[in-house]
């Protein structure tokens, strides 16, 4: 059993930059709306123009990782003298530029590496500008924000993130149908092949809806890095639906037909049930994105 949780940390380590799945729960995201003088950024940037270079900005003491983490063009080192650090570019993690689709949003989008405190930089190329604003605090997981950049060369950031929003809940419905319909398969499978009672179907449904919510909505309000709260909420998700399908099938549920499963095949299934999920639901979500679902 502790040889197979071992396997399952080194899997989610390996997934989780690269795959956003349905099972993966919380994914922080800051989202930047851009304007110039009262209008849309959009509107400076002719048809067939350079998109932006922008970046979040963080306090950093080492001024050397501004070479190194360098995201916006002409963007000059960055001294805070009363923090006594550098304002540096942090490292985005996926492909593409944050703004190359602001031409039809004029929105910049950052994903996993959102800090606690920071500053957003942009360089304009058509008005060759390169704009810093105000820091500011990211108390959200998925944050929205706007930047208002002026012509004198100033620019203000502030916090325009609603407290619930309908993309969050479309979001958390289309991960949580992928996820029981993954895992229900799995989970059919595995006990027909175990022969096991078919009444675990009906706990694993239960515990997902309660464990689902939590890893999507409570786990991001967690005040640690990123990857830490994907990681521990994916391990929350298999210790409790691995006691949850133990105790219930156990204790509760009646069995008049099978067998009833034990604690260790209870964390089997419940890790091939989320590995699953994690891998498949990633193959479906991307599919979906594709035809804009």
């Not at 650090?85 to 959102?114: A, D, K, L, N, R």
Request: charged share 15%; aromatic share 16%; hydrophobic share 45%.
């Amino acid at each position: 059993m502790k040889k197979g949780f071992v396997i399952l940390i080194l899997l989610l380590f390996s997934f989780v930059p690269a795959f956003v799945p349905a099972d993966m729960g919380p994914k922080p995201f800051a989202g930047v709306y851009v304007t110039y003088d009262g209008k849309n950024i959009s509107e400076y940037i002719p048809p067939g123009g350079w998109p932006p270079d922008a970046a979040l900005l963080y306090c950093s003491n080492n001024n050397l990782d501004l070479e190194g983490h360098k995201r916006v063009f002409q963007l000059q080192e960055v001294y805070d003298a009363d923090k006594d650090c550098y304002w540096i570019p942090t490292f985005q993690i996926g492909p593409g530029e944050p703004c190359m689709f602001i031409e039809e949003t004029s929105t910049c989008g950052f994903g996993y590496s959102v800090p606690s405190v920071f500053k957003f930089a942009i360089y304009i190329p058509d008005l060759n500008k390169t704009f810093v604003t105000n820091e500011i605090s990211n108390p959200n997981f998925e944050g929205t924000y706007t930047a208002e950049l002026s012509s004198d060369g100033t620019a203000r950031i502030y916090n325009t993130t609603p407290v619930f929003t309908g993309y969050k809940l479309k979001s958390f419905i289309k991960s949580f149908i992928i996820t029981i319909i993954i895992e229900l398969f799995i989970a059919f499978t595995y006990i027909s092949k175990k022969k096991l009672s078919k009444k675990i179907l009906i706990v694993i449904l239960i515990a997902n809806l309660i464990s689902l919510p939590i890893v999507s909505f409570v786990f991001p309000l967690i005040k640690i890095t990123s990857v830490l709260v994907i990681l521990l909420s994916e391990i929350f998700a298999i210790l409790f639906e691995t006691f949850f399908i133990y105790y219930f099938n156990k204790k509760i549920i009646v069995l008049k037909k099978g067998k009833s499963i034990t604690l260790k095949e209870s964390f089997i299934l419940s890790m091939i049930m989320n590995i699953a999920s994690l891998v498949i639901g990633t193959v479906i979500s991307i599919i979906l994105s594709f035809f804009g679902i």
